[in-house]
């Protein structure tokens, strides 16, 4: 993989009816990859479709961000599955945006899990294997972007599957490589400032840095702003310029050598 290659993306399409969340036309402006909300965190189909055009119209890669079916809770809380329920409801999510991608012309190319399901696949090995089993027997072809240090990376190598290691921008991690929990002070940055030097860490010491400044080193090959903060845009561009500056080419996860 190309040292200087890297890949920002954003959490895109997480509105809802005549319900606005985030501005996905400037963030569609930046990113590289859209994680494209699927229906049971946020999104429903005509957002699902009008997100998937824009994306195309801009060269951004497509992404489906799949989660626990859980509309009235952003998708942020846990929900007790059996691993065949699971992996039917990833399979629901994923198919029906590359349906929609389908009929624009284009086609999904990475898979994302969202909130309290990214965040449980990234702890528990038997989850983190029932996501890359549903998302293999959708198209093995497909590139699964999983967080850095996570037993969801573990589960897509073991499995062959293609995986882009991911860290975030935006959120402080704890020192075993886990986001810090969005209840505890801190754990979300708000400054576009303090989340490009946040980025900026990590990348000088090729390490996820948790909140205390403990290291783990890791291979990093793209970066997540959450569309969904206030401050979402500001940190996006921010962080776009500081990569360019620091000689970084930006591509989408399809692109990555």
């Given at each position: 993989?190309?040292?200087?290659q890297?890949?920002l ?22 990113v590289g990859?859209?994680n ?16 998937v ?16 079916p ?15 329920d699971?992996?039917?409801?990833i399979?629901?999510q994923?198919g ?11 086609r ?29 027997a ?10 850095a ?45 303090a ?12 390490a ?50």
């Amino acid at each position: 993989m190309n040292a200087h290659q890297i890949n920002l993306n954003a959490d895109l399409g997480e509105s809802f009816g005549p319900w606005q969340m985030g501005n996905d036309a400037a963030l569609l402006q930046m990113v590289g990859s859209a994680n494209i909300a699927c229906g049971a965190h946020a999104g429903d189909p005509a957002i699902m479709r009008d997100t998937v055009r824009q994306a195309i119209a801009r060269g951004v890669s497509l992404g489906a961000h799949p989660s626990y079916p859980d509309l009235q809770g952003f998708g942020r809380r846990v929900l007790q599955m059996s691993a065949p329920d699971l992996e039917a409801t990833i399979l629901y999510q994923v198919g029906a945006l590359q349906a929609m991608a389908a009929a624009e012309g284009g086609r999904v190319t990475h898979v994302k899990p969202h909130g309290a399901l990214n965040n449980v696949a990234c702890a528990d090995p038997v989850v983190a294997a029932t996501v890359v089993r549903a998302v293999q027997a959708l198209d093995r072809t497909l590139i699964l972007l999983a967080p850095a240090h996570s037993a969801l990376v573990q589960a897509a190598e073991a499995a062959g599957m293609p995986v882009r290691y991911e860290v975030f921008a935006d959120r402080a991690y704890l020192d075993d490589g886990q986001l810090m929990p969005r209840s505890r002070e801190g754990a979300v940055l708000h400054d576009a400032q303090a989340c490009v030097d946040h980025l900026l860490r990590m990348l000088s010491a090729q390490a996820i840095v948790a909140a205390s400044g403990h290291q783990l080193p890791t291979r990093i090959d793209s970066i997540c702003v959450h569309g969904d903060g206030v401050d979402a845009v500001a940190t996006a561009s921010a962080i776009r310029q500081a990569l360019v500056s620091q000689g970084y080419q930006l591509v989408g996860l399809d692109q990555m050598g």
